[in-house]
């Protein structure tokens, strides 16, 4: 796999503010990655700048191997971009505005009609595309959004906060529609989002950063490992009824490192996965179990610890 | 060179599709061929009294027919307005409805966009302009019977290209404000108070300052009224309004020989012929040069504003 996209000590200052600081990374191809971060912490500002749209104050950034401050034009030939809020002429239809990028981007009259017709056809907006942009909803301008970058048929896909502001199933469909880009068109994508439980699911590896500073990167599995450090495990335990004694047995399991009490659930603290010992020792001293549950890689405690901890 | 002619024929293609544009068009077309019509009937009239008289086919665009204000005023005058239509929003709208950045974000460069909107507005008041002119002569064709010499024509000619780059240097102020200010309405009321500065208040400026730089008394000696005379119209010179009015006043009405104040010692012995297009070209062409220039000023500061902008909306 190759490097797509490289920065080194990118950054960029407006004035006394540092938006980005010194932020190094690298995607590879054909990966989903994300910038996650809570808002105003350089995303937007990092995405500008790796297509050129904004000048680094210093530090340098490679995409596809050319300097986007440099060669913008090259850059932009084969990078596309979505933009947090995504503009289209309101009053053109969307086939109108998918023409005016496709001769914006010099391509030939007959290559761009198969073009149009088949992002069109991708993001679902073929019976649609004779309507005015004005009529769509924010999820159809996001989709149309797609198709608009699709037609220049790009290595890589850069998208600012793809899923904000659309409804549930709105998100699920742009969601499943960057997976099959990535799978199924093997397109790299970058995306920053500020919601972490959305764009969790489909990025292979994350990039936080908070007021500029990039805290954290690899995959959200290993990034919630690495939170809980030794405590790899979280088990939610719930019975009919809580007798002391159960609990006491429980500790007793090799593994356990902790329990403690959060409403009706008990938290059981493990370095490894003893839900069958737990169980045994429930039904060996009779009690009733009710629910017994691995917690996920706890996209929480990312939050606190990154998000919130950070503002 | 494909960005800037992708951004050029979809501007043009907005100009002529957008309802204020052609609100605003038909109001000056209407306008102007009701003051055409009229400045024919009472040219009729002359020509029925004394039918040997020279250029008889300029006066369509300058006579007053009494009622309405001959078309030379009409365009002085609406001419800013179109300049402010055409470019009010030219750069700010698309900020704020997002497409400059998606267009911005294609292999296009950064100048393509704002010189295809540049020369856009340019073709569509060239188109405008040279309509406008060949309908009102073709009207006059019939109204008067009598064909333009060529030398009207040349000076038709250069009518319309004054009045081009007149209405350009208000669409490239237009366009400087619409790269300044954020809103479309500011920008806008930005552009109409400059239109309404120099065309209302100017002329009161230039007065009360050629008043105070040569003060007259109460019974001033020609010299220094001739001055005083002099210092205003130099003041009322930086309005292009003004030297817009001049030029085109020297250009369709060959018998206008002068622009100041003149002493009546002057003229004495004077033969009132008009002056050939050469003359009368000599005349005008600082304010020709002027014209240009400030518009090329004016579209010079929006492009290097636009081009160091950051795309990035607040």
């Known amino acids: ?311 | 060179m494909t960005g800037l002619a992708a951004v050029y024929w979809k501007e043009l293609a907005d100009h002529f599709s957008s309802r204020r544009f052609l609100f605003i068009i038909g109001l000056i077309f209407l306008a102007g061929l009701s003051a055409t019509y009229v400045a024919a009937l009472s040219i009729r009239q002359e020509l029925a009294d004394n039918p040997e008289q020279p250029f008889v086919f300029l006066r369509l665009f300058t006579v007053s027919g009494g009622v309405l204000p001959p078309f030379l005023a009409f365009i002085g005058f609406f001419g800013p307005l179109i300049g402010v239509i055409l470019g009010f929003d030219a750069i700010n709208r698309e900020q704020a409805g997002g497409t400059l950045s998606r267009v911005l974000s294609q292999p296009v460069y950064r100048d393509a966009v704002i010189n295809g909107k540049f020369l856009a507005g340019l073709t569509t008041i060239a188109i405008m302009f040279a309509g406008m002119a060949l309908v009102i002569a073709g009207s006059g064709l019939r109204l008067l019977g009598t064909p333009p010499t060529i030398e009207e024509i040349w000076r038709i000619g250069i009518f319309v290209g004054l009045s081009i780059i007149y209405v350009a240097f208000w669409m490239s102020i237009a366009i400087l404000f619409s790269i300044f200010l954020r809103r479309t309405s500011t920008s806008a009321l930005a552009g109409i108070a400059i239109w309404l500065f120099f065309a209302f208040f100017m002329p009161i400026i230039s007065g009360v300052l050629a008043d105070t730089i040569v003060p007259l008394g109460q019974q001033p000696a020609p010299e220094l009224m001739v001055k005083h005379d002099n210092t205003d119209l130099w003041i009322s010179r930086i309005s292009p309004a003004h030297l817009y009015n001049e030029a085109t006043v020297i250009d369709l009405a060959p018998t206008a020989r002068n622009l100041g104040p003149v002493l009546i010692t002057q003229v004495q012995g004077l033969i009132p012929t008009p002056l050939s297009l050469g003359q009368s070209l000599l005349i005008i062409w600082p304010h020709i040069v002027g014209l240009i220039a400030l518009t090329a000023i004016g579209f010079a500061i929006s492009y290097l504003k636009f081009m160091k902008q950051e795309i990035r909306v607040p």
Request: aromatic share 6%; net charge neutral; proline share 3%.
């Open chain 1, 1 to 311: 796999m190759a490097t797509i996209v490289e920065t080194k000590n990118l950054t960029k200052a407006y004035g006394g503010l540092i938006a980005v600081n010194k932020l190094s990374i690298k995607v590879e191809e054909g990966e989903i990655f994300g910038f996650l971060g809570p808002n105003g912490a350089g995303k937007t500002t990092t995405i500008l700048m790796l297509l050129g749209l904004t000048e680094p104050t210093s530090g340098s950034a490679v995409v596809c191997g050319f300097n986007p401050t440099r060669e913008p034009i090259k850059v932009k030939q084969i990078v596309g971009y979505l933009p947090e809020h995504t503009g289209f002429y309101e009053e053109l239809s969307a086939l109108d505005n998918l023409w005016y990028t496709a001769r914006l981007n010099g391509i030939r009259t007959e290559e761009a009609q198969k073009r149009i017709e088949e992002s069109l056809q991708l993001v679902e907006l073929r019976d649609v595309a004779n309507r005015k942009v004005e009529t769509f909803s924010r999820g159809m301008k996001q989709r149309l959004g797609v198709a608009d970058v699709l037609i220049k048929k790009p290595k890589v896909f850069i998208m600012d906060e793809p899923t904000t502001g659309i409804d549930p199933d709105g998100v699920h469909k742009m969601l499943d529609l960057i997976v099959s880009l990535s799978r199924e068109h093997k397109i790299t994508v970058v995306l920053s989002s500020h919601l972490l439980q959305q764009v969790q699911r489909i990025c292979d590896r994350v990039a936080i950063l908070v007021r500029g500073r990039m805290v954290a990167m690899g995959a959200v599995d290993s990034l919630g490992k690495e939170i809980r450090g030794r405590d790899k495990y979280i088990f939610e335990l719930q019975l009919a009824e809580t007798q002391p004694a159960i609990l006491d047995a429980i500790k007793t399991i090799d593994g356990v490192t902790g329990i403690e009490k959060s409403g009706d659930l008990t938290l059981i603290r493990s370095v490894a996965d003893v839900r069958p010992q737990i169980a045994r020792k429930v039904f060996e001293m009779n009690g009733s179990l009710l629910h017994l549950k691995a917690q996920d890689y706890a996209l929480d405690e990312i939050y606190m610890k990154y998000f919130r901890g950070a503002a």
